[in-house]
């Protein structure tokens, strides 16, 4: 004997969909877990997902909690109809099934309570590492920051060092130079004294022997007039 509910559904047909619910809500809950449990894009992701953490997740866990739902429908409409089963053996056979079937969807739903739980575990601590994260990027960035000017004031500074030690061997070499013009003017002083005293020698034996041409010049006057004197006055003599 078939018994029907308020829309014309037998217990037997409510079971089997229950049933057939509860097949397609434990493979829903598998799929959800896998998705759980794969490897995601970023680990440091802090946008929430609902009931799960996989692109995919929250759309599936929904619709196995449909499907929960619409058993737990179901095993209301069929505890009410087996109550009214007036034979004693087929009441208690269909007690036990709805109440077995109660308990599986009641499992199943608590582990997609647990799921969702732990999901919004993953998530807050997802979020939590996103900040720790983003403090530490901040935190980094600022050393970072202080080891650039630290290291533009060590540049500064070994540039610096290195335009005074241009300078410092810009200096030595001018000395060096003005050292080699000091040395080349001294032996050119010491040339010019030398070519003066030169000069200034040959200047006193042209003076000397200038006045001993003018000495031999006025002998030459003084013996020609002695000449002429003397042969006039011989001519004088012999006539």
């Known amino acids: 004997m078939e018994y ?10 409510m079971y089997q969909s229950a049933r057939r619910l509860l097949l397609s809500a434990r493979d829903g809950v598998a799929r959800v877990e896998r998705l759980a449990s794969a490897p995601t894009s970023s680990s440091y992701s802090s946008a929430p997902l609902v009931g799960g953490g996989a692109p995919g997740d929250p759309a599936v866990a929904e619709g196995v909690r449909r499907e929960v ?11 009410r109809l087996w109550r009214s089963i007036p034979a004693k053996g087929q009441r208690d056979l269909w007690k036990r099934k709805v109440e077995q079937l109660s308990e599986e969807v009641d499992s199943l739903k608590e582990t997609l309570d647990k799921h969702t739980l732990r999901q ?6 997802a979020k939590e590492r996103a900040e720790l994260f983003e403090r530490a990027n901040g935190e980094s960035s600022h050393v970072l920051r202080i080891f650039d000017d630290e290291a533009q004031a060590m540049q500064s500074a070994r540039s610096s060092s290195r335009m005074l030690d241009e300078a410092y061997e810009t200096g030595v070499a001018i000395l060096h130079k003005y050292a080699d013009q000091r040395d080349r003017l001294k032996s050119a002083q010491r040339k010019a004294l030398d070519v003066l005293n030169t000069v200034g020698l040959s200047n006193s034996v042209l003076k000397l022997i200038e006045r001993r041409h003018r000495v031999d010049k006025w002998i030459a006057y003084a013996g020609m007039i002695i000449t002429v004197v003397v042969m006039i006055a011989f001519w004088r003599l012999t006539h």
Request: charged content about 20%.
């Open 69 to 79: 739902a619409q058993i737990q429908g179901l095993c209301a409409q069929m505890d």
């Open 4 to 13: 029907s509910g308020g829309g014309g559904a037998t217990l037997s047909e």
């Open 120 to 125: 919004k575990k993953r998530i807050l601590e």
